[in-house]
């Protein structure tokens, strides 16, 4: 049982891949074997909740903080396949290839919040990452501009630059400690005068990390992938590994390094440009989708903020916040798909009267944009609220000011695209009609989005006990 | 706790404050245009009727905030739901409650598209201003008083006139950028207090410097949502262009907000600063008095004109705030609830006669006083109300702030005296001007004069321009006893500063 989801999410892997062997594989089969196994997978992490154990001589803990971050990711899965139905802009052909990698990734991302060994780790990482560097570039080639390639070269030029710091980092952790097991390390650590070269073998570890969270400086691969990559792979990128990004953010940052204040420091100053980086470009975007990966950078900033505080509760805070950016994100994606009609990207202009052709999805994406610009009762308000107040209560009231004038910044841009929804005559842009799984997923989002900004207390507590459990 | 007077049995004051919640919630499933006309009367009259029982169990000999109800909320951060009123709060809950059925009627013609949406904002609207009035808690406080811009920018920008993008946007901005340090100014205050409970957080030994800056906060947020010259500039436009209850909305209960947080939030938790910092304010709000008069009398647009006749009200009313005696505050919230009913009541009227004419244009409504006596009769009265004639409400309002503000500095309160001039003027101009107008006015004989509907929504207001006008007593004594208890607590902790600084020198 302990390994239930990565057994289902493989057998649906290899299932996909029967599937696509066939002359000509049948768009609605693969969609159908995805969504099973997606569903299957969502209910397996949830019978394995409370499964326990270490396996593969101590290399994977199956424990309370994996199930967490699994259950977030098979869930915010089965919401993505519940809104790419068609999956416009993937080639036929590719659609069953294209679910099993996406399958893959999933299943690389569920080992990597397991994966307590620094080998493990690289090797889940790798698995999600290569499955992710193949989807970018499978959309179909409409624009011959040949974007999809450009975006999955720097994607996997970046990608690969990103893991080539975190090896090195870690090769300079086995080095000072001999082992490669996360909990020897943390005990050697602890144990030993502090060393500064302890800080930059850790900082060059999360910087594999911070790349999959698209934060400062590891942001540049952000907008062009979003834009050059199809809808329904843009929102995976948004979403599904920045669960496992900052699962193992917090893995590394409880070990000590000795120089925690300095660790503070540059985390503050990361946050803070993450921040005005992503809100500044954000403002003058015309594509929805790369003002949203501007809009990813600044939250990946206050991700950065939550972790500061190197405390239980600051992580807590982090992975409640993440949980609700997923959310979120996955609100404004479902729009994206919806609205463009085969499969290419969305201007914000595309939207225009969007109220009036379909007021279902305009809904939705007003609660997920209010949402992620931190106007309450959403849960974005609630994450930036519970983050200002951890980080206030750490002292650093001129970080906390800089952040509140970016959520003022931030207001905007989100402000305009609700005003061309709701606001603009649609002119003769089509109505738009949606699918029951789509109303389903939408109806899901916006009650989540509410119901847990308006009761962050289980989550909130649940995840700091949990960050407790890994000291 | 012991400040709070819990209520027993029925919780009178959420069920205010989610029955509003619960109808929009029901107009999401219902899209009827009829349906959703009626249901939204029908929720908004049985709150009305429902905030009625607040006056019967209020003790208005207490000080303490009564009808209270407390629950945990998000423990790991002292996070509770604790609602209750006082003499502050409790007519401007009122006010809230009994004006959103008017609201409701004012847009029974007005608005014929997207009907469920448009009632669905006004009601989850109510929702949040009566959340704000009630709120305890600093956070609950937070989250009506920000939720508050999603509806309020929807009604403006769906069901706006002509630049009514430009405004709403304007107004969301404006609005949420000044609370941004709000909310930081919330958050150190509960570091120093531990806790988010208003009343805790009140009369703590905070240090100066801490006090300015969160005084400083609070004060950016409340001025823009007063607004208080020179942070008005969202006022008129967003007044210009929001649909009728709208505007009825944002003049008699959304400015009040701002008066209302100074009231409850400044003197209390940063009485130091509030000392150090009331006479530049003052002089602002004098500033606004003079500036909202002397504007109000160019406009030609007549949504303009009362909406920058509301910039010189609402300096009167932080005027009477930061005087900081008994007359000035209670003169004060008088006058907040005056300028809600009087206010409100004229934007109904320039309302009905946009309806008509479609267009608010002074120099297109000159004339209308032979085919609209009823009209023009109303409008007579409000505008008589406008200005602070002798008799009806803002009389009374007025007298008592600028009572105060003699009692506290005569050459402040001569300073006033002009814009008092000013508004006499301004309204008898557009009044000369819709009544009569001149040997030029255009055709009106096609106008018909008011319905039943339009004059049954308009009595009650009248009834409350004379009532507070000729008998204030009552109200008065609703919140003389808060006012008192807030003011004596004022002036002792003036006292012990200045013994403890005599001590310390």
Redesign the interface.
């Known amino acids: 049982m302990t390994i239930f989801p990565e057994l289902v999410l493989a057998t649906g892997a290899l299932t996909l891949f029967l599937v696509s062997l066939a002359k000509t594989p049948s768009e609605r089969l693969s969609y159908a074997v995805a969504l099973v196994f997606g569903t299957a997978t969502f209910v397996a992490t949830l019978l394995s909740f409370h499964s326990q154990g270490l396996l593969f001589y101590g290399a994977y803990a199956v424990d309370q903080y994996s199930q967490l971050f699994k259950v977030l990711i098979a869930f915010s899965l089965l919401i993505s396949l519940g809104f790419v139905k068609n999956l416009k802009g993937v080639s036929i052909d590719i659609h069953a290839e294209y679910y099993l990698f996406l399958l893959l990734c999933v299943l690389g991302l569920m080992m990597l919040v397991s994966s307590v060994e620094l080998i493990a780790i690289l090797v889940s990482l790798e698995l999600s990452s290569f499955a992710l560097y193949l989807l970018v570039p499978m959309r179909d080639d409409r624009t011959g501009l040949r974007m999809q390639m450009e975006a999955g070269m720097k994607y996997i030029l970046f990608g690969i630059m990103a893991t080539g710091f975190m090896l090195y980092g870690m090769s300079l952790l086995f080095g000072l400690t001999g082992t490669t097991y996360l909990k020897d390390i943390l005990v050697f650590l602890g144990n030993s005068p502090p060393q500064p070269v302890v800080v930059i073998a850790i900082l060059m570890v999360q910087a594999g990390f911070l790349y999959k969270l698209a934060a400062f400086p590891m942001h540049f691969w952000v907008p062009d992938v979003y834009q050059g990559a199809c809808n329904a792979t843009a929102g995976v990128i948004a979403t599904l590994p920045k669960f496992a990004a900052v699962a193992l953010l917090i893995r590394f940052f409880i070990l000590p390094t000795g120089y925690a204040p300095m660790v503070v420091e540059l985390l503050a100053v990361l946050a803070l440009c993450s921040m005005f980086y992503g809100n500044l470009c954000a403002l003058v975007q015309k594509d929805l989708k790369r003002m949203l990966g501007f809009s990813g950078i600044a939250h990946a900033g206050f991700i950065l903020l939550a972790l500061l505080t190197l405390k239980a509760e600051g992580y807590g805070v982090a992975i409640y916040y993440i949980a609700g950016y997923v959310l979120m994100n996955l609100a404004c994606f479902l729009v994206i798909n919806q609205a463009s009609q085969g499969g290419e990207n969305v201007r914000i202009d595309d939207l225009s009267g969007l109220y009036k052709r379909q007021p279902m999805l305009a809904f939705v994406l007003a609660t997920g944009l209010f949402g992620l610009a931190g106007i309450p009762p959403f849960i974005g308000f609630m994450g930036k609220f519970l983050v200002l107040t951890t980080v206030l209560r750490a002292d650093h009231l001129l970080v906390v000011c800089l952040a509140v004038i970016n959520t003022a910044i931030a207001i905007y841009y989100y402000l305009s695209v609700v005003k061309v929804v709701y606001t603009v005559e649609p002119e003769d842009r089509p109505a738009i009609a949606v699918g029951p799984m789509v109303q389903l997923s939408g109806i899901v989002l916006v009650i989540m989005i509410t119901l847990l900004g308006v009761f962050p207390g289980k989550l909130v507590d649940y995840a700091s006990t949990v960050v407790q459990s890994l000291h | 706790m012991e400040l709070l007077l819990i209520k027993e049995g029925f919780p009178l004051l959420s069920f205010l404050i989610f029955l509003p919640l619960v109808g929009a919630v029901v107009l999401l499933f219902f899209h009827g245009q009829t349906f959703a006309r009626f249901w939204a009367l029908l929720v908004t009259g049985v709150t009305a009727v429902s905030s009625i029982p607040l006056l019967i169990s209020f003790d208005s000999s207490s000080t303490k905030y009564q009808l209270a109800e407390a629950y945990s909320?998000?423990?790991?951060?002292h996070i509770n739901y604790i609602v209750g009123v006082d003499g502050i709060s409790i007519l401007l809950v009122l006010l809230t409650t009994l004006i959103m059925p008017f609201c409701v009627l004012a847009s029974w013609k007005y608005i014929q598209q997207r009907v469920a949406?448009f009632m669905f904002c006004l009601l989850v609207m109510e929702t949040s201003m009566i959340g704000v009035f009630v709120a305890l808690d600093f956070?609950l406080f937070?989250?009506?008083w920000?939720?508050m811009?999603?509806p309020m920018?929807?009604l403006i920008?769906?069901w706006g006139g002509p630049r009514?993008?430009y405004a709403?946007?304007k107004f969301?901005?404006y609005t949420?950028?000044g609370s941004?340090?709000l909310?930081?100014a919330i958050?150190?205050l509960?570091?120093k207090s531990g806790s988010f409970f208003i009343p805790e957080m009140m009369w703590q030994p905070y240090s100066l410097t801490f006090q300015i800056l969160v005084f400083l906060a609070f004060f950016l947020a409340f001025a823009i949502k007063v607004p208080m010259f020179p942070f008005h500039t969202w006022l008129p436009a967003a007044h210009v262009e929001a649909p009728t209850a709208g505007s009825v909305i944002l003049a008699s209960v959304l400015l009040k907000m701002g008066t209302y947080g100074m009231l409850r939030f400044c003197l209390p938790i940063t009485p130091d600063a509030t000392f150090l910092l009331a006479t530049p304010i003052l002089w602002l709000s004098i500033a606004g008095i003079i500036y909202g008069g002397f504007t109000a009398l160019a406009q030609q647009d007549m949504k303009k004109l009362i909406a920058y006749s509301s910039v010189g009200h609402m300096g009167f009313v932080t005027l009477g705030i930061f005087v900081l005696n008994t007359r000035g505050v209670e003169g004060a919230i008088l006058q907040m609830v005056n300028h809600g009913v009087t206010t409100g009541a004229l934007f109904l009227l320039v309302g009905m006669i946009y309806e008509r004419t479609h267009s608010r244009e002074l120099a297109l409504a000159t004339g209308v006083g032979r085919y609209m006596p009823w009209f023009v009769t109303l409008l007579t009265f409000f505008s008589l109300s406008a200005f602070a004639f002798p008799g009806t409400n803002s009389f009374i309002g007025e007298f008592m702030v600028l009572a105060g503000a003699f009692q506290h500095n005569t050459a402040l309160a001569l300073a006033a005296i002009p814009g008092a001039v000013l508004a006499a003027a301004y309204m008898l101009r557009m009044l000369q001007k819709i009544v009569w107008g001149g040997t030029a006015n255009p055709d009106q004989s096609y106008l018909t004069d008011l319905g039943v509907r339009e004059v049954v929504v308009l009595t009650p207001f009248l009834l409350f321009v004379f009532w507070i006008g000729l008998g204030p007593q009552p109200f008065v004594n609703l919140i003389h006893g808060s006012v008192n208890h807030l003011l004596e607590q004022l002036q002792d902790w003036q006292q012990h500063q200045q013994v403890a600084s005599v001590l310390w020198h």
């Open positions: 909320w998000i423990p790991r951060f949406p956070v937070y989250i009506f920000e939720f811009l999603i920018y929807l920008a769906v009514r993008v709403s946007i969301f901005l949420l950028a941004v340090l909310l930081v958050i150190a509960y570091l």
